[in-house]
């Protein structure tokens, strides 16, 4: 069984930065991408940031040059380092992993963390 646990949203002003953390854990055999996504009230969930396990990046046009996505394969945990932020950036923010489970090893499949909100002030 996996399990993904994000961490680091809160209440921030305009202006400010968070960084949030998504950690995987269970029967882990290896992590594929990692991504971001976001879904902010009465709009669809959309792509925030994506990493392959090359460290090859996809980010949306929104978030460039003020979001960072980045991971550590160690500790199976990727990042997203917000800054600049804005009342826009307000979404709840998910996780996302394409992993190969120890009891599973002929299909990778997709992990969803349970979200975490993010409120940016103006």
């Known amino acids: 069984q996996v399990q993904l646990v994000e961490s680091g949203g809160g209440l921030v002003q305009a202006g400010g930065s968070l960084r949030l953390s998504c950690a995987a854990s269970?029967?882990?055999?290896?992590?594929?991408?990692m991504g971001w996504y976001r879904q902010a009230p009465g709009k669809q969930r959309e792509l925030v940031a994506t990493?392959?396990?090359?460290?090859?990046?996809n980010d949306a046009d929104s978030v460039k040059g003020r979001f960072t996505i980045s991971r550590d394969n160690a500790k199976n945990t990727v990042y997203l380092q917000m800054n600049s932020l804005t009342p826009e950036d307000t979404a709840v923010y998910y996780c996302?992993?394409?992993?190969?489970?120890?009891?599973?090893?002929?299909?990778?499949?997709?992990?969803w963390g349970q979200g975490t909100q993010v409120t940016v002030s103006s």
């Open positions: 990493i392959t396990s090359e460290d090859i990046i």
């Open positions: 269970g029967s882990i055999f290896s992590i594929n991408a």
């Open positions: 996302k992993m394409n992993l190969w489970s120890d009891s599973d090893f002929a299909h990778a499949h997709d992990y």
